[in-house]
């Protein structure tokens, strides 16, 4: 995490496309669009006590990135590290009808929704560099 100062936090949403955009676009971040600059957060971990992933949260400004208007990852962000830097959420850039289908195996994407984790990851980019222009 040295080099990374800006962390990315998506929903692990499993049950609608939605969850799964926001992962992808998560890791399109980390890997290709801001490569050193980003870390992502595990909500997993976060949840369950990740003293490393919360520290990072209270020291670093955070994008969280939800799936659905539950916002699981801003919501859990808030709980345990205090106010997000910024949130996207899939279903309002996308639709509801779209974010909510069922899930789609990332195996199984098609070019739209590709298209739509790209969308979702300028998105996220918008954000973020928001955050580093202040």
Not at 74 to 97: F, N, W
């Amino acid at each position: 995490m040295a080099n990374s100062n800006i962390g990315v936090l998506s929903c692990s949403g499993e049950e609608c496309l939605g969850g799964t955009i926001s992962r992808l676009a998560t890791r399109k971040m980390l890997e290709e669009l801001r490569k050193d600059q980003t870390v992502t957060l595990c909500l997993p971990l976060y949840l369950t006590g990740g003293e490393e992933e919360r520290a990072f949260a209270k020291e670093y400004p955070v994008i969280t990135v939800d799936g659905c208007s539950k916002c699981c990852a801003r919501r859990a962000t808030e709980k345990y590290s205090g106010k997000v830097s910024a949130t996207v959420i899939v279903s309002h850039i996308l639709g509801e009808d779209i974010a909510l289908c069922k899930t789609v195996s990332s195996k199984y994407l098609t070019e739209e929704q590709y298209k739509m984790v790209d969308k979702v990851a300028a998105e996220i980019c918008k954000h973020f560099d928001k955050i580093v222009s202040k």
